[in-house]
């Protein structure tokens, strides 16, 4: 899932915004929420407190009681990998955000062309999220695009015949195969047996002889045959 965060104090410019995100979503088969404020609450920093989740930002740097700066400077306390775009008409503190270093990923004109130049950006972040750091795939009619770096391990289940995806906060299950998603993985995932491919990086120990394995969360997988020759 893809999540829209827009923060705009303009009534007619954030709709313009919902509008165009939904434009641009509706030619790609990719599950995605939209969250829109008009300025900076709890709410807003609950979201940006999730950081499990593909983001995009789409800030409005000058609000009534606060600005997208401030909000950015937020979001990059804990977070570096969710994409900030700025709508603005306030080219002048251009200087003030490069000088923070925020990574911001593009700067939309509210006078120029603002929609088109939107719909473009959006494009290019969304390209970006569902490249080789993230899988895609439907489980329960729904669509989901989730970071490789937030999966557990993938293990097909004999009995409900489908294939598990456990992540760091969730559990999706699937009709594809397990051989399905190798070619989408990373170099982090080894397949360790015939029906379980594990991510390397997010594990803490595994334990060949009492067959288990413990991942940094905490999470443990049991009663799980490791090949010698792959462990």
Sequence with gaps: MIKFIVCEDNEMVLKKDIDTIN??????????????????????QDLININDDNKIYILDIELENSSGIDIAR??????????????????????????DKLMIFDYISKFDDHENNLAN????????????????????SEYYSIK???????????????TIIKTIDNEYFVNNTLISFKD??????EQINRSCIINKRNIKNYNIKEKYIIF??????????????TA
């Design 23 to 44: 434009t641009v979503m509706f030619s790609n088969n990719i599950e995605y929420k939209i969250y829109s404020f008009k300025d900076y609450s709890i709410e807003l």
């Design 74 to 99: 937020k979001i990059r306390k804990n977070d570096w990998s969710s994409l900030i775009i700025f709508s603005t008409a306030h080219f002048e503190l251009f200087p003030q955000v490069f000088s």
């Design 184 to 189: 989408k993985l990373d170099s982090d995932f």
């Design 148 to 162: 490789l770096s937030s999966i557990l391990y993938l293990r097909y289940d004999k009995y409900s015949r489908k």
């Design 216 to 229: 940094n969360n905490g999470e443990i997988l049991e009663n799980i045959l490791i090949n010698k020759e």
């Design 121 to 140: 950006t959006l494009l290019k972040c969304i390209n970006i999220l569902t490249q080789n750091n993230t899988i895609q795939f439907k489980s329960n």
